[in-house]
């Protein structure tokens, strides 16, 4: 065992002159028996294969017995080292050699094997791949669709197809949690988009997170894809797993899809996340809330004491949270602020905070035939969204009309605080033609909205007559384009047929009004007179039961 220096000096120290045998136990060594045995042929002159699986072994235990070249030349050590560079050259050796670090980790830490690894595979990751022709992935020797021989990734025949940005994505999605973190790191710092790494993390956390993946029951930990060769891992596993996805997402907006975002918080909730962890979910769905779909909103109630089907609290802090930002958007971009404080039409944050208005008014239709969502709920969760960020008012209108049916117990103070979140001038013409005939409404919200299409109406007869004028007074100086007296007659026909049937609409909508006005009124006078007889019959009862004299 000449060319190892720990086994020269291990054999010098317990030999003896007797020339009794020497026995060496050697249990701390990297790579066990089977890395000795490919060390001993070696030794003996054996030819070795050295490979991208056994490579690290190899070198580690090299290191172990102090193969350097100081006990023969072209020792272990510099062989491994010499192989190790054409392994790095090389896309899928490098991550094979990645892999086989975990089974001898400290002593590959000790030598800098892992960082080695890694460092490659980021700058493979980060490059340009229709520039540089490395294999990205697979076997060195394969061959192509057309049926042209592939040599180490490069064709002999055309130029290679292009690869996409997420050619590395599977790859490495079979790495380590501790591996896999150190890899996206050494990403970030190399400068690799972060969109790209978004990509690589939703990749890695559907391949270990079979909550992620599930389509219709949540509350259901064992249900995962069909097809699926991933073992479900324990869940303290999937939790911090779950945690350390959150904490590698890039913090740029908009970078992470937020369905995703809406998947991650749903499993955290499931598996019992820390809360810094649900809580940075929520702030970042909060932040591209105008992004999400209806269907990811609706997050079960998972807690232990149920009161809501939906996790009412749970939107309403993302919505807190878009609207924080929302408003310290807008007050750093003070040009768009008018005097009343709302924005100007047109504006990229009006776009944004009227979607989210739509998602809201959405949102509180779904969950308003939930008998136990409570009144003080509902109204902060509607009262969230500004007016202004309500162009129309038929979703809150259409959400308000469900949960007054859901809760007919409400009082008629609750009935008409509810109906105060709805703009009736922002009604359309068929939600204020339901509204006008909505008996779950409080009178004065009829009588509102009935006088609000009045003046609508009002508006569009005086169009009429401005337009009937114009038709009678207007002179066009072209001969091909001036009408003639027949058809100015018949427009100004048509006008007249039209305001017509307007005024009679508008004398409909009035008496209307004072039908409901009457009846309001009768029923306030009956239902006091039947509280007065109802007062008067005890007092009768006992003047008539007085004591005997």
Known sequence: MSRSGLLEKRIGEFSSDDGSPCVLQLHDMPGGAKAFELIANFCYGVKMELTAMNVVGLRCAAEYLQMTEDFGEGNLIAQTEGFLNEVFGNWADTVKALKTCEEVLPFAEEIHMVSRCINSLAMKACADTNLLNWPVSGSNNVESSTGTILWNGISTAARPLPVGDDWWYEDVSFLSLPLYRRLIQAVEIGGMKPERIAGSLMFYAKRYLPLLNMQSSFKDTNHTNPGSTISVPPEADQRALLEEIVDLLPNQKGVTQTKFLLRLLRAAMILHASPSCRENLEKRVGAQLDQALLEDLLIQNMGYSVETLYDIECFQRIVDHFMSMDKAEAASSSP??????????????????????????????????????????????????????????????????????????????????????????????????????????????????????????????????????????????NANLALTAQDRGAGIDDVRECLSELEKECQTMRMEIQKLVKTKRGWNIFCRRKSESKNSKPSKATSLKGPPQ
């Not at 208005?357 to 969950?367: G, K, M, R």
């Not at 859901?406 to 068929?430: F, G, V, Y």
């Not at 005086?462 to 004028?469: K, L, T």
């Open 336 to 477: 768009c602020i008018v005097e009343e404080g709302q924005l100007m039409e047109g504006t990229p944050s009006l776009s944004s905070i009227t979607m989210v208005a739509n998602l809201v008014d959405a949102y509180l239709a779904d969950a308003a035939p939930d008998a136990n969502l409570k009144f003080p709920k509902f109204q902060s969760l509607a009262a969230s969204i500004p007016d202004y960020a309500r162009p129309l008012a038929d979703g809150i209108y259409r959400a308000i009309d469900i949960y007054l049916k859901a809760h007919p117990w409400l009082t008629d103070s609750e009935r008409e605080q509810i109906c105060r979140l709805m703009n009736c001038q922002k009604l359309s013409l068929e939600a204020s033609t339901h509204a006008a005939q909505n008996e779950r409404l409080p009178l004065r919200v009829i009588v509102q909205v009935l006088f609000f299409e009045q003046l609508r109406l009002r508006t569009s007869i005086s169009g009429w007559f401005f337009v009937s004028d114009n038709l009678e007074n207007s002179q066009n100086p």
